[in-house]
Nanobody, 117 residues
Framework: QVQLVESGGGLVQPGGSLRLSCAASGLTFNIYPMAWYRQAPGKQRDLVASISSGGSINYVDSVKGRFTISRDNAKNTVALQMNRLKPEDTAVYYC???????????WGQGTQVTVSS
């Protein structure tokens, strides 16, 4: 079965950095578009960044210039480098794999990111 396992969350001060990683198994990783979502308390889960199978990348405006998404098809991993973190980046971050808009999405268990002094 498909498994997505996130790691790398934690507590960081404003202005700091974290690197999230997602290890995928049970799927043909190199054909899957991958994405990172986040969900803050009391809010909906929102897209943060995505990377297509061909390497095309998109970011939500609020993280442009601060976050970088990347994938390593040889290792079946996708990463999210987060720099200049802000308190409003505090959320549970989820890894997502979805072949198309009509395919079922796969989710990881989530990793907590807390930005606070």
């Amino acid at each position: 079965q498909v498994q997505l396992v996130e790691s790398g969350g934690g507590l960081v001060q404003p202005g700091g950095s974290l690197r999230l990683s997602c290890a995928a198994s049970g799927l043909t990783f190199n054909i899957y578009p991958m994405a990172w979502y986040r969900q803050a308390p009391g809010k909906q889960r929102d897209l943060v960044a995505s990377i297509s199978s061909g390497g095309s990348i998109n970011y939500v405006d609020s993280v442009k210039g601060r976050f970088t998404i990347s994938r390593d098809n040889a290792k079946n991993t996708v990463a999210l480098q987060m720099n200049r973190l802000k308190p409003e980046d505090t959320a549970v971050y989820y890894c997502n794999a979805r072949l198309s808009a009509v395919s079922r999405p796969y989710w990881g268990q989530g990793t907590q990111v807390t930005v606070s002094s």
